[in-house]
């Protein structure tokens, strides 16, 4: 028993010198996986497309906040509505019976927002501006041209569609970039159908000079990548309630060092360059990094691909808006009928697969 009693007293140093060194190790290769690698985070900011001067995005948000609410009586339009002052027309009447302070109450002042040239968040976690009170102006502005201010709809249509240029290229969030890009879609359709009703040589407001095609390499998913990282690293993710999407976001944000590779992996070089070319390249899928929950059914609505071709796609209507603005001169992958514009979209989970513009002075009434 002398003997037990000795070799346990000799063990007992060796377990615990054990155990501490164990642990050591353990806390020096959580504090290692617990910083990020400057070359990954420098990969994803670098990606971002540069900007300078003072940020819109508290005065975007104070903004949307103090414009009113698009009463629920008058009916929205359609996301990918073609004829959008038609649809304005048969609403008329409910436009009409609302006060005329009413309607200018939810005319957000645009001026005082074009006076910034982006609207990139000072933190990934903000609070999302009332968007909706911005997009409301794709009814407003249609209903604003049908009633004779055609003038004064053109300018506001080209005030919003500048604004959502400018929130594409802020580099926030997907959610920001894809907001971006709806109000992009819908007003450059707004403005196509303003045109065709107009005279072929009718001056658009210089603002809409703005709306030039981007670099497809501006549009790629690495430039999202960083505020979407910090987005992770927040803590303010919310998950569905499950064990599972729980358990890994924890370990999303416990180990940065680790899961900050699943973001750099949009920046690689053949996916840019492929993003280049107009293809809607992503990563190719990864058992962790792409994980999905089972139990959340809202995980695989939308793919990153989509997100990718949505973006991309924002250039193509860039690009046929500009075409309006000289029809003579076709590019290549624009196609015309002398009424009619077509251009061929990427696939995507959702919208049409050709986008139609009429051209101008084609529908003149």
Same mark, same amino acid.
């Given at each position: 028993?002398?003997?037990?009693?000795?070799?346990?007293?000799?063990?007992?140093?060796?377990?615990?010198?054990?155990?501490?060194?164990?642990?050591?190790?353990?806390?020096?290769?959580?504090?290692?996986?617990?910083?990020?690698?400057?070359?990954?985070?420098?990969?994803?900011?670098?990606?971002?497309?540069?900007?300078?001067?003072?940020?819109?995005?508290?005065?975007?948000?104070?903004?949307?906040?103090?414009?009113?609410?698009?009463?629920?009586?008058?009916?929205?339009? &359609?996301?990918?509505?073609?004829?959008?002052?038609?649809? !304005?027309?048969?609403?008329?009447?409910?436009?009409?019976?609302?006060?005329?302070?009413?309607?200018?109450?939810?005319?957000?002042?645009?001026? %005082? %927002?074009?006076?910034?040239?982006?609207?990139?968040?000072?933190?990934?976690? &903000?609070?999302?501006?009332?968007?909706?009170?911005?997009?409301?102006?794709?009814?407003?502005? !249609?209903?604003?041209?049908?009633?004779?201010?055609? &003038?004064?709809?053109?300018?506001?249509?080209?005030?919003?569609?500048?604004?959502?240029?400018?929130?594409?290229?802020?580099?926030?969030?997907?959610?920001?970039?894809?907001?971006?890009?709806?109000? %992009?879609?819908?007003?450059?359709?707004?403005?196509?159908?303003?045109?065709?009703?107009?005279?072929?040589?009718?001056?658009? *407001?210089?603002?809409?000079?703005?709306?030039?095609?981007? !670099?497809?390499?501006?549009?790629?998913?690495?430039?999202?990548?960083?505020?979407?990282?910090?987005?992770?690293?927040?803590?303010?993710?919310?998950?569905?309630?499950?064990?599972?999407?729980?358990?890994?976001?924890?370990?999303?944000?416990?180990?940065?060092?680790?899961?900050?590779?699943?973001?750099?992996?949009?920046?690689?070089?053949?996916?840019?360059?492929?993003?280049?070319?107009?293809?809607?390249?992503? *990563?190719?899928?990864?058992?962790?990094?792409?994980?999905?929950?089972?139990?959340?059914?809202?995980?695989?609505?939308?793919?990153?691909?989509?997100?990718?071709?949505?973006?991309?796609?924002?250039?193509?209507?860039?690009?046929?808006?500009?075409?309006?603005?000289?029809?003579?001169?076709?590019?290549?992958?624009?196609?015309?009928?002398?009424?009619?514009?077509?251009?061929?979209?990427?696939?995507?989970?959702?919208?049409?697969?050709?986008?139609?513009?009429?051209?101008?002075?084609?529908?003149?009434?």
């Amino acid at each position: 028993r002398r003997s037990s009693d000795l070799r346990c007293r000799n063990i007992a140093p060796t377990i615990m010198l054990a155990s501490i060194l164990t642990l050591s190790a353990l806390l020096a290769s959580f504090c290692i996986l617990s910083t990020p690698a400057p070359v990954d985070l420098a990969l994803l900011q670098n990606a971002r497309t540069p900007v300078s001067g003072a940020s819109g995005f508290a005065t975007l948000t104070a903004t949307l906040e103090a414009t009113a609410s698009l009463p629920s009586e008058i009916p929205r339009m &359609e996301r990918d509505e073609a004829e959008p002052l038609a649809v !304005a027309r048969k609403n008329l009447s409910l436009w009409q019976t609302l006060p005329a302070a009413e309607r200018a109450a939810l005319q957000p002042d645009l001026p %005082l %927002l074009l006076r910034f040239t982006h609207f990139r968040r000072a933190a990934s976690i &903000e609070n999302l501006p009332k968007f909706t009170r911005l997009f409301a102006l794709r009814e407003i502005n !249609a209903f604003r041209f049908v009633s004779g201010k055609q &003038e004064a709809a053109l300018q506001s249509a080209c005030d919003t569609a500048v604004i959502g240029r400018r929130l594409l290229l802020s580099d926030n969030l997907l959610l920001d970039s894809m907001l971006g890009v709806a109000l %992009l879609e819908q007003n450059v359709r707004l403005l196509a159908a303003m045109r065709a009703e107009l005279p072929a040589n009718t001056l658009l *407001p210089p603002a809409c000079g703005e709306l030039q095609p981007l !670099a497809n390499t501006q549009l790629a998913l690495a430039a999202q990548m960083y505020g979407e990282w910090r987005f992770f690293m927040s803590g303010e993710i919310e998950v569905s309630g499950d064990w599972i999407t729980a358990t890994y976001s924890f370990a999303m944000r416990h180990i940065p060092r680790y899961f900050i590779r699943a973001f750099t992996r949009y920046a690689a070089p053949e996916l840019l360059a492929a993003v280049a070319r107009g293809e809607a390249a992503v *990563p190719s899928p990864h058992p962790v990094f792409d994980f999905c929950s089972p139990l959340n059914g809202l995980c695989r609505l939308t793919s990153m691909r989509d997100y990718q071709a949505r973006l991309l796609n924002a250039n193509r209507y860039l690009a046929a808006f500009a075409v309006l603005r000289d029809p003579a001169h076709l590019p290549e992958g624009i196609r015309s009928d002398g009424a009619f514009l077509y251009i061929d979209l990427l696939p995507t989970q959702q919208g049409v697969q050709t986008l139609t513009l009429p051209l101008p002075g084609t529908q003149v009434r």
